[in-house]
């Protein structure tokens, strides 16, 4: 149908028995609708296309030619039919009505659900130029959630639907037809927007807490707590109204359906009820009507608004005079209905003659003693306690007559300082405690009660303390234990005090060295200054006892060494040289040095040590003939193998560094001799010929 018009379709010819030159044809074409698109060559019989053609409006035509003969007189007419079919060109494309569709589908319906059929039109008439293939694109990477049938062009779910995951899909739809050849395929497309529709198919759920709190002093209307449930449904489906199921059977709250708001509705007193237990329940509006309960504790606070009350308004007792600070007189007790903290009783004792001597314990109530009390002063005492909120009972406390005062020394601890060279059974300190009492309850002994580990004791008259056996600050340096004054009464009244002594040092340890043989080496040649060892000493003494000062006492004649003082650093103090003997070397490549370690004390006291130093050979000194030059006669005659000489060189160095190797380095070109590289010795390795060579000029090397 793409035929251009102009071009020639085809020629008619006439029968080859009907030919002859110069035969007068001519060629027509009957009128009719079939022959508005074609004409024909009246004298050639060329039919040509005069008129585009379209294989959509008529698809066959059918002409009739009328060939007229002038040969023939009269002329004679004949007539010829011709069918003309129109090839399909795909020269239309698949056509949507319209651009963009708008859909809606409830979000609860079943996978495989029909949503929408589309239906496209192609113009071409022939089967796969027209014929439509649908297929879906989306406008993201998320799940394909419809599924479209490639034939019929009918969308369907392909997953379940949730439009509260996804309200909404937006995809292509594209129509394409099945021409033969790819490259003339022609499509078509037209945006689709799914809108899933609500279904009420989520309950409402709570977000807020489960556990509210409210002090029992909040006025009426107070906000306690607001309550919050969400549903992700839209609409009356995602509306959310609240209501109290149960729990406030007293009418103590009230609840905002609308916005959750839960207030009180009348005063609170927790010592009545201190929680609340509210089962609240969450209504969406859809149809039918979901809903989600919550059961919200409410604690109610405690304020201090209760008094303590004491069980008893009066309190009667008696104490033994003459005990000890701490002697337990009563407890009393009080009650307070409030909570926590405000519940918690300080217990005090109000000002008042004699309140001094005592003391309440603040959480419990126990009253006890602070000083030994004395009928004779105070027999009777009136005393008022009270905890912290306006609530009072009065005490009266009776003292009874006992042995009523106990000795006393005259300071809590001592400390004294002694030689730790002081004589077994010297005294160090005499103590005295006094006790006011009279007869027995005035006499007043001594005694240690804690180990003194066999150095001390005391006399249990007199209060002297001495010493039972030798001291040695090294082993401890202090004792600390308590000496205790009793009376002779039955009930034995006693105090105690800290004694402290301090052992002071005597310089009676003798510096000791770690090792008293020590071995180090250096190589020679080294720089003056250079380090060698370091010595250490201890000394067990404390001070400048034990503080050590270092010194070289023999062996150092030539001063090749020296010492740091303070901290044992042996060091040189010349160049040494390993070849250079002396005289006050243990063997010609060793020192031996006497150390000596004193202390500070007076008088000083010292110890000795003794180092080897060992001096380590460098090479540093070349090999020596034993001749310079050595003249040898040989005849010419010596058979090969002969010796001839020997020569030999010295080398000062030790160990390997005077291991010496000979050679012949030049006038031996033609290998006449050898020499063994280890013994000097030479040896005929050729003939010799004095008419060839009177002389051989050899020279020798030693490495």
């Given at each position: 149908e793409n035929f251009k018009p102009a071009q020639v379709l085809d020629s008619l010819k006439w029968p080859d028995n009907h030919l002859a030159i110069n035969r007068k044809l001519h060629f027509s074409i009957a009128k009719d609708d079939d022959s508005v698109h074609?004409?024909?060559?009246?004298?050639?019989?060329?039919?040509?296309?005069?008129?585009?053609?379209?294989?959509?409006?008529?698809?066959?035509?059918?002409?009739?030619?009328?060939?007229?003969?002038?040969?023939?007189?009269?002329?004679?007419?004949?007539?010829?039919?011709?069918?003309?079919?129109?090839?399909?060109?795909?020269?239309?494309?698949?056509?949507?009505?319209?651009?963009?569709?708008?859909?809606?589908?409830?979000?609860?319906?079943?996978?495989?659900?029909?949503?929408?059929?589309?239906?496209?039109?192609?113009?071409?008439?022939?089967f796969l130029n027209s014929k439509i293939q649908?297929?879906?694109?989306?406008?993201?990477?998320?799940?394909?959630?419809?599924?479209?049938?490639?034939?019929?062009?009918?969308?369907?779910?392909?997953?379940?639907?949730d439009r509260e995951?996804?309200?909404?899909?937006?995809?292509?739809?594209?129509?394409?037809?099945?021409?033969?050849?790819?490259?003339?395929?022609?499509?078509?497309?037209?945006?689709?927007?799914?809108?899933?529709?609500?279904?009420?198919?989520?309950?409402?759920?709570?977000?807020?807490?489960?556990?509210?709190?409210?002090?029992?002093?909040?006025?009426?209307?107070?906000l306690v707590h607001h309550i919050i449930a969400k549903d992700p449904d839209e609409g009356r489906n995602g509306q959310v109204t609240y209501y109290i199921l149960s729990g406030n059977e007293n009418k103590a709250f009230v609840l905002d359906k609308i916005t959750g708001l839960l207030t009180t509705a009348q005063l609170l007193d927790r010592e009545i009820q201190e929680r609340y237990s509210l089962t609240v329940m969450a209504l969406d509006d859809g149809s039918p009507a979901l809903s989600a309960t919550q059961v919200l504790t409410i604690i109610v606070l405690d304020v201090n608004d209760e008094i303590p009350i004491f069980t008893k308004q009066l309190y009667e007792t008696a104490v033994h005079e003459n005990q000890d600070p701490g002697e337990f007189v009563i407890k009393v007790e009080a009650v307070d209905r409030d909570a926590g903290l405000n519940s918690l009783l300080w217990y005090k004792i109000l000002p008042g003659i004699g309140y001094e001597k005592f003391k309440m314990n603040l959480s419990s109530g126990e009253l006890v003693t602070t000083a030994s009390l004395d009928r004779e002063t105070q027999e009777v005492f009136s005393i008022k306690g009270s905890p912290s909120r306006s609530s009072t009972a009065q005490l009266y406390l009776t003292v009874l007559d006992e042995n009523d005062h106990s000795p006393l020394f005259a300071k809590p601890q001592y400390q004294i300082s002694v030689r730790e060279d002081l004589e077994e059974g010297s005294a160090i300190l005499d103590l005295y405690a006094s006790d006011e009492d009279d007869g027995l309850n005035g006499e007043v002994l001594y005694s240690l009660i804690d180990n003194t580990f066999g150095a001390f004791a005391i006399d249990s008259v007199t209060g002297s303390i001495v010493t039972t056996k030798a001291l040695d600050r090294e082993t401890k340096s202090h004792y600390t234990f308590r000496v205790v004054a009793s009376d002779c009464s039955t009930h034995l009244p006693r105090s105690t005090t800290v004694m402290t002594v301090l052992i002071q040092d005597v310089n009676d340890n003798v510096p000791k060295f770690e090792q008293s043989y020590y071995k180090a080496s250096v190589w020679e040649g080294q720089s003056p200054k250079m380090d060698i060892v370091q010595v250490f000493a201890t000394d067990l003494d404390s001070g400048l006892n034990g503080e050590m000062e270092y010194s070289i006492l023999s062996g150092n004649e030539n001063a090749t060494f020296l010492i740091d003082s303070a901290r044992g650093i042996l060091a040189t103090n010349t160049g040494l040289d390993h070849e250079n003997t002396s005289s006050y070397r243990e063997t010609?490549?060793?020192?031996?040095?006497?150390?000596?370690?004193?202390?500070?004390?007076?008088?000083?006291?010292?110890?000795?040590?003794?180092?080897?130093?060992?001096?380590?050979?460098?090479?540093?000194?070349?090999?020596?003939?034993?001749?310079?030059?050595?003249?040898?006669?040989?005849?010419?005659?010596?058979?090969?193998?002969?010796?001839?000489?020997?020569?030999?060189?010295?080398?000062?160095?030790?160990?390997?560094?005077?291991?010496?190797?000979?050679?012949?380095?030049?006038?031996?070109?033609?290998?006449?001799?050898?020499?063994?590289?280890?013994?000097?010795?030479?040896?005929?390795?050729?003939?010799?010929?004095?008419?060839?060579?009177?002389?051989?000029?050899?020279?020798?090397?030693?490495?």
């Amino acid at each position: 149908e793409n035929f251009k018009p102009a071009q020639v379709l085809d020629s008619l010819k006439w029968p080859d028995n009907h030919l002859a030159i110069n035969r007068k044809l001519h060629f027509s074409i009957a009128k009719d609708d079939d022959s508005v698109h074609f004409e024909i060559d009246s004298l050639t019989g060329d039919l040509f296309l005069s008129k585009e053609l379209d294989y959509e409006t008529a698809s066959h035509f059918l002409l009739q030619v009328i060939v007229k003969d002038y040969n023939n007189n009269p002329p004679q007419n004949n007539t010829v039919f011709i069918s003309v079919d129109i090839e399909d060109k795909n020269d239309h494309s698949p056509s949507f009505q319209d651009d963009f569709v708008v859909i809606g589908i409830e979000e609860n319906v079943p996978v495989g659900t029909l949503v929408y059929t589309f239906n496209a039109k192609d113009g071409d008439g022939s089967f796969l130029n027209s014929k439509i293939q649908y297929s879906l694109e989306m406008s993201n990477m998320g799940e394909n959630l419809f599924l479209i049938h490639p034939l019929y062009g009918t969308l369907t779910t392909a997953s379940p639907l949730d439009r509260e995951i996804t309200d909404s899909v937006i995809f292509t739809v594209s129509a394409s037809d099945q021409a033969i050849n790819l490259t003339d395929r022609r499509l078509d497309s037209l945006a689709v927007k799914i809108i899933i529709l609500d279904v009420n198919d989520n309950s409402p759920n709570f977000t807020s807490s489960s556990l509210s709190y409210v002090m029992e002093d909040a006025e009426v209307g107070f906000l306690v707590h607001h309550i919050i449930a969400k549903d992700p449904d839209e609409g009356r489906n995602g509306q959310v109204t609240y209501y109290i199921l149960s729990g406030n059977e007293n009418k103590a709250f009230v609840l905002d359906k609308i916005t959750g708001l839960l207030t009180t509705a009348q005063l609170l007193d927790r010592e009545i009820q201190e929680r609340y237990s509210l089962t609240v329940m969450a209504l969406d509006d859809g149809s039918p009507a979901l809903s989600a309960t919550q059961v919200l504790t409410i604690i109610v606070l405690d304020v201090n608004d209760e008094i303590p009350i004491f069980t008893k308004q009066l309190y009667e007792t008696a104490v033994h005079e003459n005990q000890d600070p701490g002697e337990f007189v009563i407890k009393v007790e009080a009650v307070d209905r409030d909570a926590g903290l405000n519940s918690l009783l300080w217990y005090k004792i109000l000002p008042g003659i004699g309140y001094e001597k005592f003391k309440m314990n603040l959480s419990s109530g126990e009253l006890v003693t602070t000083a030994s009390l004395d009928r004779e002063t105070q027999e009777v005492f009136s005393i008022k306690g009270s905890p912290s909120r306006s609530s009072t009972a009065q005490l009266y406390l009776t003292v009874l007559d006992e042995n009523d005062h106990s000795p006393l020394f005259a300071k809590p601890q001592y400390q004294i300082s002694v030689r730790e060279d002081l004589e077994e059974g010297s005294a160090i300190l005499d103590l005295y405690a006094s006790d006011e009492d009279d007869g027995l309850n005035g006499e007043v002994l001594y005694s240690l009660i804690d180990n003194t580990f066999g150095a001390f004791a005391i006399d249990s008259v007199t209060g002297s303390i001495v010493t039972t056996k030798a001291l040695d600050r090294e082993t401890k340096s202090h004792y600390t234990f308590r000496v205790v004054a009793s009376d002779c009464s039955t009930h034995l009244p006693r105090s105690t005090t800290v004694m402290t002594v301090l052992i002071q040092d005597v310089n009676d340890n003798v510096p000791k060295f770690e090792q008293s043989y020590y071995k180090a080496s250096v190589w020679e040649g080294q720089s003056p200054k250079m380090d060698i060892v370091q010595v250490f000493a201890t000394d067990l003494d404390s001070g400048l006892n034990g503080e050590m000062e270092y010194s070289i006492l023999s062996g150092n004649e030539n001063a090749t060494f020296l010492i740091d003082s303070a901290r044992g650093i042996l060091a040189t103090n010349t160049g040494l040289d390993h070849e250079n003997t002396s005289s006050y070397r243990e063997t010609a490549s060793s020192h031996h040095l006497v150390l000596l370690a004193s202390d500070c004390g007076t008088p000083s006291l010292n110890s000795t040590a003794t180092v080897l130093i060992t001096v380590l050979d460098v090479n540093d000194n070349a090999p020596v003939f034993s001749s310079p030059e050595y003249h040898v006669h040989v005849k010419e005659s010596i058979p090969i193998g002969s010796h001839v000489t020997e020569v030999s060189a010295n080398d000062c160095d030790a160990g390997t560094n005077a291991e010496i190797t000979y050679a012949i380095i030049s006038g031996d070109d033609r290998g006449h001799f050898r020499l063994d590289e280890k013994t000097g010795s030479m040896d005929l390795m050729k003939m010799l010929d004095y008419e060839d060579t009177m002389k051989f000029t050899l020279i020798i090397q030693a490495t």
